[in-house]
C-alpha cells in the first residue's frame, strides 16, 4: 500500500518538481514550444465555438419556422428562358389549399399565403412594409405568439374583414410607444383596425425581418389590396414529425393531378420539409464545424513536433546532467518520467492558454460576425485531453532516448 | 615508506577491518581487459587486471597518464563494463545483473567521486548532496532528504555553504560537495577518481585527513592519484602502467593527515607570532 502510493503519487510529483525547475529556466524557450499547442488548442476551440453558435442560430431559426411544417410554394415557372423565383408562378389556388386539408389526412391546419409590400399610414407617420395575407391558423402553425391583443378568427377570413395584426417593428416605427391595438392604419387608402401585435422573432430563414409586417387575413389581402387570383404559398402543418415525408407525398401527388400534369413534366410548385431543411443545415454546418476544427487541429500535430524536437534539444544539451543522475542511481524509469512529464507539461500548459485565449478569440469572432459562441465543455476536455496525449505521444522518443543513455558515455558527452 | 610483498596484503586487509569476513573480497577482478576500438584503432585500456581488495581497505591506484586508472576505476563504479574478465562485487558477478540492479547498488552501495566533479550546474551544494536520496527506495522524506544532506556537508566543512551554485565555490569546496554525495547514502565502498587532482596541498591533506575518518569508520575506499605523498595515507598502493597491475604493496609507515594538519596549523601559529 505504501508502495503503491509512493510509486504513484510522490514519486511521480518529485520528478515533476524537478522537471518544472528545468522548464523555469528556460521560460522563452518553454513559451515558445508550446506557442504551437496554444495556437492549435485555441483555434480549435474558438472554431468549434463559433461553429456550434452558428449551428444553434441556424436550428432556431429552421425551428422558428413553426411546428411541423410544410410549405407548398408555387414553383419556378419560366417564361422565355427567365426563371421568376419562388412563388412567382400562378399556379397555386385557394381551392388547392382547400383540397389539401380536405384530402389529406394528416394535415391538421393550413395558411394560404399572399404577400405584397405596401405603404402603411398610421398615427400620421408613413412606413414601407410587407403585407401577408395568411389564415387564421397561421400564428399557431408559426408557433408565434401574439404578445398582445387577439389574432383575427375565421369568420374575419370569410368576410375578408379589414382588421390586421402589426409587427412589433412596424408599430415601432408608426405609432412609437403607443399601444396600437384599436388604431386604423391605411393601406392603399383601405383603412385596417389594428386588433393584435405580434411577439419578437428576429430575422428568418431568408434573413428578412419577421418583425416588420403586417398580417391581415388572406382573402382580404387578395379581394381588397392586390386583386391577385392565386397563392405565393400554402403553409401546411403536419400532425407530427414521422407523417411529414407522407403527407408530403400525398400534396405533391394531388397537387400533380389538380394541376393536370403529365408523368413526363415537372412539378409546377415546390415543397419544403422544416425537418428536411433542419437536417441539412444541421449536417452541413456539423461537417464545416469538424472540418474547421480537423484544419486547426494540424497546428497540434506541428505543436507535437515542436515540442518532440525541443525535447531531443533538451535531451542532448543535457546528457551529462542525465549522465551524472544515472550514475548516481537513477533508475531509467526516473529519467523517462522525468522527460515525460517536462514534455506533457509543456503540451498540457499550452493548452490550458490555448483555452483561454481560444474562449477570447471565440467571443471576439462572434461579438464580430453577430453570432454567439457557445463553448462547450467537451471541447475544453478534449483539447486537454488531446494535449496532454500529444505531450505523452510526442515526449516519448526523447524520454526513452535519455532513459536508455549509458552511464559513462553520458557522462564524458561534449 | 617500506613496501610489503604482496602476498601478505590479503591477512594484513582482513586484519585492518575486523568485521568484515577474510574469505569473500568486497572486489574481485579476474583477467579484467578493456579495449576500446575506435575507427581502425585498438587501445587495450586495461590488460588483464586480476585484484581482490577486502572490506575496510584503504587503496591508492597509481599510474602515469593514459595507465587505465580512470577506466579501472568506472568499471568499479558500475559506470562501464569490461570487455572480458570478471568483476564481482559483494560475491555478485556485476554482468550479470540488470540495468535496475546496477542503479539500485550505484545508488545504495557505492560513493563515486569524479575527476571532474560532475555537480549539476545551476543547482545548489545542497541540492547536489540531496540528489542520491531522491533516487533512493524506499522513498526518503524531504525533510530527512534536507537534514541529511546539510549534516554531511557539516561533515566536509561546507556548513554555510549550502545554497551556492557550484560555480559559485571553489575547486575544493566543489570537490568537498562531489565527495559530500557521494557519502549521503551510506555507501559501503568509496571510489574517488584523482579527488585532489587540482587542489592545492593544504586542502589535500583536508581531504585525505576526511578519507581516513571514513575508513576508520568502517568505508573501504579505491581512490586514484599521481602523487606519492597523496598514496602515503593510504594502506595499499597499486602501480599500474600501460593497463596493467605492476605492483600491489602495502603501505607501512602510513602518514596521519590528522596530525600533519594539527603540525601545519602550529606553523602557522608561529609565523604569525614571529611577525
Ligand atoms: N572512450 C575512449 N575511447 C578510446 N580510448 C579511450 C577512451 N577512454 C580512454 N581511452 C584510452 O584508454 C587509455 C586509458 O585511459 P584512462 O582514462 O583510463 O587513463 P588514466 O590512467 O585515467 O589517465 P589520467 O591519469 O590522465 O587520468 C588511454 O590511452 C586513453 O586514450
Ligand atoms: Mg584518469
Not at chain 1, 71 to 94: C, F, Y
Not at chain 1, 107 to 114: D, H, L, M, T
Not at chain 1, 209 to 230: H, N, S, V
Request: net charge neutral; aromatic share 4%.
Amino acid at each position: 500500500m505504501r508502495f503503491l502510493i509512493e510509486s504513484i503519487i510522490l514519486r511521480p510529483a518529485l520528478t515533476s518538481l524537478i522537471a518544472l525547475r528545468a522548464l523555469r529556466r528556460h521560460k522563452l524557450r518553454s513559451l515558445l514550444t508550446s506557442l504551437g499547442i496554444i495556437i492549435g488548442v485555441s483555434s480549435v476551440i474558438a472554431m468549434v465555438a463559433v461553429g456550434n453558435g452558428a449551428r444553434a442560430q441556424i436550428q432556431g431559426r429552421v425551428a422558428s419556422l413553426g411546428q411541423n411544417l410544410l410549405t407548398v410554394s408555387a414553383g419556378n415557372r419560366r417564361t422565355g428562358g427567365i426563371n421568376s423565383g419562388l412563388g412567382s408562378a400562378s399556379v397555386l389556388t385557394v381551392q388547392d389549399a382547400d383540397a389539401i386539408i380536405r384530402e389529406v389526412p394528416d394535415v391538421v391546419a393550413i395558411s394560404p399565403e399572399v404577400s405584397t409590400t405596401a405603404q402603411v399610414i398610421g398615427n400620421g407617420n408613413n412606413w414601407s412594409t410587407s403585407i401577408v395575407g395568411e389564415s387564421a391558423d397561421y400564428l399557431q402553425i408559426r408557433d408565434w405568439p401574439l404578445s398582445s391583443g387577439v389574432m383575427f378568427t375565421e369568420r374575419d377570413v370569410r368576410i375578408a374583414a379589414k382588421v390586421a395584426i402589426i409587427g412589433t417593428k412596424t408599430a415601432e416605427q408608426l405609432f412609437g410607444p403607443l399601444d396600437p391595438i384599436g388604431e386604423t392604419v391605411r393601406v392603399k387608402n383601405i383603412p385596417f383596425i389594428i386588433i393584435g401585435v405580434l411577439s419578437n422573432k428576429g430575422a428568418g430563414m431568408g434573413g428578412m425581418d419577421q418583425d416588420d409586417r403586417l398580417i391581415i387575413p388572406y382573402t382580404t389581402a387578395m379581394k381588397r389590396l392586390t386583386g391577385e387570383k392565386y397563392l405565393r404559398s400554402i403553409n401546411v402543418q403536419v400532425v407530427n414529425q414521422e407523417r411529414m415525408e407522407f403527407a408530403q407525398q400525398q400534396i405533391t401527388a394531388l397537387l400533380r393531378q389538380r394541376h393536370r400534369l403529365e408523368p413526363n413534366q415537372s412539378d409546377d410548385f415546390s415543397i419544403l420539409n422544416q425537418k428536411e431543411i433542419a437536417d441539412t443545415v444541421t449536417s452541413i454546418s456539423s461537417t464545416i464545424t469538424l472540418f474547421l476544427a480537423a484544419v486547426s487541429s494540424m497546428s497540434l500535430v506541428v505543436g507535437g513536433i515542436g515540442i518532440m524536437n525541443i525535447m531531443l534539444v533538451s535531451v542532448t544539451e543535457r546528457t551529462r546532467e542525465i549522465g551524472i543522475r544515472i550514475a548516481i542511481g537513477a533508475q531509467s524509469r526516473d529519467i523517462l518520467f522525468q522527460f515525460l512529464i517536462e514534455a506533457t507539461t509543456l503540451s498540457v500548459l499550452g493548452g490550458l492558454l490555448g483555452v483561454l485565449i481560444g474562449v477570447a478569440a471565440g467571443h471576439l469572432v462572434s461579438h464580430i460576425a453577430g453570432v454567439e459562441a457557445i463553448v462547450s465543455s467537451t471541447s475544453i476536455a478534449l483539447a486537454f485531453g488531446i494535449s496532454f496525449a500529444i505531450g505523452v505521444f510526442f515526449g516519448f522518443y526523447p524520454a526513452r532516448k535519455a532513459a536508455n543513455l549509458n552511464p559513462i558515455d553520458a557522462l564524458r558527452y561534449e | 615508506m617500506k613496501a610489503l610483498p604482496a602476498h601478505t596484503r590479503a591477512d594484513t586487509g582482513a586484519l585492518s577491518s575486523p568485521g568484515a569476513t577474510p574469505l569473500s573480497p568486497i572486489i574481485r577482478l579476474a583477467s579484467l581487459c578493456k579495449t576500446y576500438r575506435n575507427a581502425e584503432v585498438e587501445v587495450h585500456a586495461v590488460r588483464d587486471v586480476s585484484l581482490d581488495i577486502y572490506a575496510g581497505d584503504f587503496v591508492a591506484i597509481m599510474g602515469s597518464s593514459g595507465s587505465g586508472k580512470s577506466t579501472l576505476m568506472n568499471i568499479l563504479g558500475c559506470l562501464d563494463t569490461p570487455t572480458t574478465g570478471t568483476y564481482e562485487l559483494a560475491s555478485t558477478n556485476v554482468s550479470t545483473l540488470s540495468r535496475k540492479k546496477l542503479a539500485t547498488l550505484r545508488n545504495q552501495k557505492l560513493g563515486f567521486v569524479f575527476q571532474s566533479f560532475n555537480l549539476l550546474s545551476r543547482t545548489s551544494a545542497l541540492e547536489n548532496v540531496e540528489l542520491p536520496m531522491f533516487y533512493s527506495h524506499p522513498l526518503i522524506s524531504l525533510e530527512t532528504q534536507r537534514s541529511r544532506a546539510r549534516e554531511v556537508l557539516n561533515k566536509v566543512g561546507l556548513a554555510g555553504r549550502e545554497n551556492h551554485w557550484p560555480n559559485q565555490l571553489s575547486g575544493g569546496q566543489q570537490q568537498r560537495v562531489a565527495i559530500a554525495r557521494a557519502l549521503v547514502n551510506h555507501p559501503q565502498l568509496l571510489l574517488a577518481d584523482e579527488p585532489t587532482g587540482n587542489l592545492d596541498s593544504r586542502t589535500s591533506i583536508e581531504i585525505m585527513g576526511l578519507f581516513q575518518a571514513l575508513n576508520a569508520s568502517g568505508i573501504t575506499i579505491v581512490m586514484v592519484t599521481h602523487e606519492l605523498e597523496i598514496a602515503a595515507y593510504c594502506k595499499r598502493v597499486i602501480m599500474m602502467r600501460d593497463g596493467r597491475v605492476l605492483s600491489d604493496t602495502m603501505n607501512v609507515e602510513r602518514r596521519s593527515a590528522e596530525d600533519e594538519i594539527a603540525a601545519l596549523d602550529d606553523a602557522e601559529g608561529n609565523t604569525m607570532k614571529s611577525v
